[in-house]
């Protein structure tokens, strides 16, 4: 194991694989913060998140690409659809299957020329997208867009009239162009714009601009820093995480400036870090006087069955919370309007 880590509980090789290592000191640090934000919830938290084997996928179908011999086999193979009326917004179009075993079904390659026919994901990624309600004709922004999951079920909902996905990171960017190249056909392609600008600028670039924003912020990826490669990775990612709420309030703030007046934002994180969620949106609304919170509890209720979300949220935002056979999240979601 590397230096920091130990063993994750699983032990064994899979197809020669090596099992991915739970980094210790990511661990303690999550083991004190959470304890004290979660209690004794923490505790089956903690157990899904370190133990692979028990994690589930979720598989978007690609309406760019329909095969009904993939529906039929996922049938077959136990999977259900994910998301069912009433929902306050569930395009007919997105369909999304999960099941409640664990495992991962084979992800496609990419293929030069051919569409994906689905995209594997954690299902609760949808909740931002349909928190953000995208109808057809609105003019929408992915602020922090890679690799692109959000982007293509956008994409699955609505036609919008204009649809901006920026991503600051170089490399990642090239990865979001794959992954809407692999998905999406011409000419629908033609009306996506790509940048790679920081996301903190946008708002004072294009104002007044959007109907929609979504900020999928850069946040501490609890599920992935728990396997952090080695040591040095983890002790700099958890150095830096102090700063990460300072930079998901600009990337908010520049989003507000972004919308026009009327249009929401969806702000979503995959941590459970309060700081880095209700923190942020708390300090947004205490600041921005021209935004109100948008009550979302419908759409959490509508999906309480194949979701555990964390009690005593406020109506604005939810938090998904991991827990064996809906192993689903970490998933924060707050939505925003702009008056
Ligand atoms: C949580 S990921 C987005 C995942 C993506 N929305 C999806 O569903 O596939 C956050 C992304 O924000 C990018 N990012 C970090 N800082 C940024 C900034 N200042 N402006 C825009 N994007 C940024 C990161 O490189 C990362 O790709």
Known sequence: AAPGSRSATLGNKTKGKPQKQICQVVLDHFEKQYTTELGHTWTSVRDVLTYPLCWQYAILLNKFSQSSELENTLGVKGYHPAFQRPLPYLPALLKCYIRRTPGRFPAQKHQPGKLKEYYLLNASSLLPVLALEVKDGEDVLDLCAAPGGKSIAILQCAYPGQFHCNEYDDLRSRWLKQTIESFIPYPLINLITFSKLDGRQIGN????????????????????????????????????????????????????????PGGSLVYSTCTLSRAENSDVINLILNSCSNVMPVDIS????????????????????????PEKGRAWGPMYVAKLKKM
């Open 205 to 260: 670039l294009k104002p007044e601009l959007y109907d929609k924003v979504l900020v999928d912020a850069p946040c501490s990826n609890d599920r992935s820093w728990l396997f952090s490669s080695n040591i040095q990775q983890a002790t700099l990612r958890l150095m830096q995480r102090k700063e990460l709420p300072s930079l998901q309030f600009q990337l908010l703030r520049s989003a507000i400036k972004a919308l026009h």
């Open 298 to 321: 419908e759409m959490a209720r509508a999906v309480s069955q194949e979701f555990t979300f964390l009690g005593g949220t406020q109506q604005h935002e939810l938090l998904v919370l």
